[in-house]
């Protein structure tokens, strides 16, 4: 009797150990969140103080040398690159999910399906070198302009980075309409194509929304890839076919020689990007809980 | 075949139907161009990649030791599973432990649960050049661990243990309800209804999810250059620098005199995830097969 006792609690003990156990692990990614934000503000607000706000966001001159660190060119720069990797990748994103859920042959998609997600596991150094061995001259040789490393380089490989991004949320978007609404369509005399793009696509406009986010946040995001092909010149971009410095090639082009208040301020430029990025998320998840 | 089958129109009355409606035929070729030029892109680039890489991988790519005459990537690539074991060691037990709290622990609408799951989203979310600083300021600088394995592996571990955590979230949910109370119904207690009933179940989508993990290992970049440095050779501890596969690739590039050796390193890169992409596509592929039956 006795013992049965003591085996029954010892096996409570057991329990609820593990279940402590459980509940800590799982505090573990707050943990690496809140430090993750206690130690980017602590070294990058400083900074920014010490700069200056109005003189570190607005100033539109980078010169370490001379101790001016304006980041509004690698603002502008991140914002126009991304820009152009959402005009790029979401059109043909968008349709390419809408031909793999609605238009593609079983056959087509059993191949069609794998090789789009393979496009997502390809390292984005990859993508880098891809980009600079092959759309840097052939952009150089299209557009003259000198060098090849620009505004329209860096937007083009980024939007091809992002399509299985956008391809696969908005795919799975696209999926989850009720078949009605589409039947619908049909019983009111549309054709298939019409049905799907009037009827089909906008009840799944949220879902389509919340995979442009996503590649919003991975364009924005990149770094080693864009350094190879935006040119990387911290000045103010002229046009188009002008190089340009993104707030992610900044810190990776300097920050292995940086020191001291160079230093700070590369750190402070990672702030401004995470600070940027956790605004998209807060609008991913409005976006997400909007559609319930 | 006639025409005439139910369902089933010819392609000339198709034809037909479109002239009388440009725009659906306008919308039809847009999303087939589209896809086109998605699966050309992709091609292009796998293949390009394959046709310049493989006629420069050579034996002395492979050789024991870096120098700057061979550019070796074997370093690197021992590095590499180096770095992808250890940053596993830390984030698989952690994510599935976490992922066993919410699903079989966690109340329902527990506060703490919907704020792992919002961290998890923004952990998520982190370019991994944040990673990068952030693994820099707090491991190499603060922890005093300097450039090494050990601060890129911790790294690393944090930015997948979100990936581990959603995949096991997922698997252990897709694992029927019958299941537990089966086993409760036999007398097993909660912690032996997990261990023993439903992880085994979903081992299968737990891997995928680790499998897709080391292929985001890998592949990084951003956030190991200032965690584990850019030292070409094999460290003799963890606390040592070394660099991964793709790191030695971006170093290789900025170098800017080994084009030739970065067509290789990029060849072996893209075929090892590929791989590890396959293996994890197959394994889930068979996890929702299973959920069929």
Not at chain 1, 86 to 109: D, T
Not at chain 2, 264 to 288: E, P, R
Request: aromatic share 8%.
């Amino acid at each position: 009797m006795a013992e049965k006792k003591r085996r029954t609690n010892a096996r409570q003990v057991r329990e609820s150990l593990m279940h402590v156990v459980f509940l800590l692990t799982a505090c573990i990614s707050i943990l690496a969140v809140v430090l993750i934000c206690i130690f980017m503000f602590a070294n990058g607000i400083p900074t920014i103080a010490e700069i200056g706000p109005g003189n570190f966001l607005l100033g539109t001159t980078w010169k370490p040398l001379n101790d001016l660190f304006g980041i509004l060119p690698m603002i502008v720069g991140s914002l126009y690159v991304t820009a152009g990797a959402i005009l790029i990748g979401v059109p043909i994103g968008i349709l390419c999910a809408v031909y793999l859920a609605r238009f593609c042959p079983k056959r087509l998609y059993r191949v069609l399906k794998p090789l789009i997600d393979l496009l997502a596991g390809i390292p984005s150094i990859v993508y880098g070198f891809f980009g600079l061995v092959v759309i840097v001259p052939l952009m150089q040789q299209m557009t003259g302009a000198s060098g090849g490393k620009n505004i329209l380089t860096a937007s083009l490989m980024l939007g091809i980075m992002i399509l299985p991004t956008i391809i696969s949320v908005s795919e799975s978007a696209i999926r989850a309409v009720p078949q009605s609404y589409y039947e619908g369509a049909l019983a009111l005399g549309a054709t298939h194509e019409r049905s799907v793009f009037f009827a089909v696509l906008p009840a799944a406009k949220s879902g389509i929304l919340a995979g442009v986010i996503l590649g919003i946040g991975r364009a924005i995001g990149e770094a080693t890839a864009v350094k190879m092909v935006a040119g990387n010149q911290p000045i103010m971009p002229a046009s188009l076919l002008s190089g340009v410095r993104t707030l992610t090639s900044n810190i990776v082009v300097e920050m292995g020689y940086s020191e001291g208040l160079h230093r700070e301020a590369l750190i402070a430029t990672a702030v401004v990007l995470f600070v940027f990025i956790l605004l998209i998320n807060v609008s991913f998840a409005a976006i997400k809980k909007k559609e319930g | 075949m006639e025409s005439k089958a139910i369902n089933h129109e010819s392609s000339r009355a198709r034809w037909q139907a479109y002239r009388r409606r440009p725009l659906s035929l306008l919308l039809r070729l847009a999303v087939t161009v589209s896809a086109a030029i998605t699966v050309f892109v992709l091609i292009a680039l796998v293949a390009y990649i394959l046709i310049k890489g493989i006629p420069n991988l050579r034996p002395s790519l492979f050789a024991w030791e870096y120098t700057s005459e061979n550019a070796s990537m074997l370093p690197a690539i021992i590095n590499t599973i180096t770095m992808t074991v250890l940053s596993l060691l830390m984030a698989v037990p952690v994510g599935i432990c976490s992922a066993i709290y919410l699903v079989e622990y966690a109340k329902r609408g527990n506060k703490l649960v919907s704020l792992v799951r919002v961290t998890a989203e923004t952990l998520q979310g982190i370019p991994s050049i944040v990673y990068g600083l952030f693994g820099f300021l707090f491991l190499v600088v603060a922890c005093k661990f300097g450039y090494s394995l050990l601060s890129g592996a911790i790294t690393l571990a944090i930015m997948i243990l979100p990936l581990i955590l959603r995949t096991t979230e997922e698997a252990l949910k897709a694992v029927p309800d019958l299941y537990r109370e089966g086993s409760f119904g036999l007398g097993a207690g909660r912690l032996r209804t997990v261990f023993r009933i439903v992880l085994p179940s979903a081992v299968p989508g737990i891997l995928a999810g680790v499998i897709l993990a080391i292929g985001r290992i890998v592949g990084e970049t951003a956030a190991l250059i200032y965690t584990s440095g850019t030292v070409a050779g094999v460290p003799d501890t963890l606390m040592g620098s070394g660099r991964t596969l793709a790191v030695h690739m971006y170093a290789l590039l900025s170098n800017g005199l080994y084009t030739e050796e970065a067509y290789a390193t990029a060849v072996v890169l893209l075929v090892m995830v590929i791989g590890i992409n396959a293996l994890s596509g197959w394994l889930a592929k068979k996890v929702s097969a299973k959920q069929g039956e």
